[in-house]
C-alpha cells in the first residue's frame, strides 16, 4: 500500500489502461486493483493477470484466506456482496460507483481479468 501510494496515488498522471502483474499474492491483487482502480481515466481498462494464482498455488495464499480477487469479482458480476480486510471503505465505494464491466478468461493455463471503467 506504501509503494502504490507514494509512486503512483500521489501522482497527477491517470492511465487508459493498467495492468496488474505484481507478485500475484492474494492480497497484494486485492489491494492493487481497489487502490489503483481510481487511477483509470473514464472508459480504462484495469487488467489482472494470473487471476487464479491465489487458488492454484499455495504459495500465493499461505493462508488460506477468503475471498480471493477472483471470488470478489464473481460476487460483483453476480450482484452480491463482498468484504476482504484489504479493502478500505473508500476504494470499494469508488470501485462500486465506477465499474463498468468485468469480464473474465480463462486461458491455457491462467485466467484473466478485465475490467472496465464508467465514463
Same mark, same amino acid.
Do not use: W
Given at each position: 500500500? $506504501?509503494? *502504490?501510494?507514494?509512486?503512483?496515488? #500521489? ?6 489502461? *493498467?495492468?496488474?502483474?505484481? @507478485?500475484? &499474492? ?5 489491494? @492493487? ?15 489482472? =493477470? $494470473?487471476?487464479?494464482?491465489? +487458488?492454484? #498455488? ?6 488460506? +484466506?477468503?475471498? @480471493?480477487?477472483? $471470488? ?11 468484504? @476482504?480486510?484489504?479493502?478500505? =471503505? ?8 465506477? &465499474? ?8 491455457? &493455463?491462467?485466467? *484473466?481479468? *478485465? ?5
Amino acid at each position: 500500500e $506504501e509503494s *502504490i501510494t507514494n509512486t503512483l496515488l #500521489r501522482k497527477d498522471n491517470m492511465f487508459d489502461i *493498467i495492468i496488474e502483474d505484481a @507478485s500475484h &499474492v492474494l492480497k497484494d491483487q486485492i489491494i @492493487s486493483l481497489f487502490m489503483l482502480f481510481k487511477k483509470l481515466k473514464p472508459e480504462g481498462l484495469f487488467i489482472c =493477470e $494470473e487471476l487464479d494464482f491465489p +487458488e492454484k #498455488r499455495q504459495d500465493m495464499n499461505l493462508n488460506n +484466506e477468503y475471498p @480471493s480477487l477472483k $471470488e470478489i469479482l464473481l460476487n460483483y458480476m453476480n450482484n452480491q456482496s463482498f468484504e @476482504s480486510k484489504y479493502i478500505h =471503505e473508500e476504494d470499494k465505494k469508488y470501485f462500486l460507483n465506477n &465499474v463498468k464491466d468485468i469480464k473474465i478468461y480463462k486461458g491455457k &493455463v491462467n485466467e *484473466i481479468a *478485465i475490467i472496465k471503467k464508467k465514463n
